[in-house]
């Protein structure tokens, strides 16, 4: 079936220590995202592309940086993690930007130790 | 700043009866709104979409109405049964600002 897929499911990392998630979509949608979710909180977007084109929120930290190889994959590098960026990670595709619906993955869980 | 509100955190319903959730939005005209399912430590889930011109919209036991004079979504579940249960969250255009969510718990 189409869909997005993240892994891992759950990651663990030290403080301070690089982490990378990765997101990948067979719907072959032209936008993704990356939110981070807090425990009873809204995902909030961090960035997203557009095709090849990259789209940061203005109060994403810089600590936060995202790839995109290719149509199918975005990758999610938090350079420097503390303990407040353990979260859920949503990796999410639509369309377009507007009027589309957005597709989710499962998330990867990430704790900070 | 766009700000989006869901009144209820919770609400609690029995099974069988229609669950009725509230969106409100300021600072914001949205050509549509759209409503998503989110299931504890899982991805949002689209439902539906509705625009500035829809007054309502259904799918299947689930109406949305969107009234652009009041800055309001409702969204209904009728016949509501415990696999509904989950928390539902309204979303902004663009790229999707989302509302913190109301938690629906359906009781037998």
């Known amino acids: 079936d189409a869909m997005v897929i993240q892994n891992p499911r759950y990651q663990v990392t030290q403080f301070g220590k690089p982490v990378t998630l990765s997101c990948s979509q067979t719907l072959n949608h032209n936008v993704m995202y990356w939110y981070q979710q807090k425990s009873s909180q809204a995902p909030k977007l961090l960035f997203h592309y557009y095709d090849k084109d990259f789209n940061n929120e203005a109060d994403t930290p810089d600590n936060f940086q995202s790839r995109r190889p290719n149509t199918s994959f975005c990758f999610l590098d938090i350079r420097s993690p503390g303990l407040g960026d353990a979260a859920m990670y949503l990796c999410?595709?639509?369309?377009?930007?507007?009027?589309?619906?957005?597709?989710f993955g499962p998330g990867t869980r990430l704790t900070v130790l | 700043s766009q700000k989006i509100e869901q009144n209820s955190e919770a609400l609690n319903i029995q099974e069988g009866k229609t669950a009725t959730l509230t969106c409100n939005y300021t600072n914001y005209s949205p050509a549509y709104l759209q409503w998503y399912r989110q299931d504890p430590g899982r991805g949002p889930v689209f439902l539906l979409l509705?625009?500035?011109?829809?007054k309502e919209k259904r799918k299947e036991r689930l109406k949305v109405t969107f009234d652009t004079t009041l800055k309001q979504s409702l969204f209904h579940i009728t016949a509501s049964q415990p696999a509904d249960s989950a928390t539902y969250l309204c979303a902004l255009p663009d790229k999707l600002i989302f509302g913190t969510g109301t938690r629906l718990q359906v009781f037998p």
């Open positions: 999410a595709t639509s369309r377009d930007i507007v009027g589309e619906a957005q597709y």
């Open positions: 509705i625009r500035e011109n829809e």
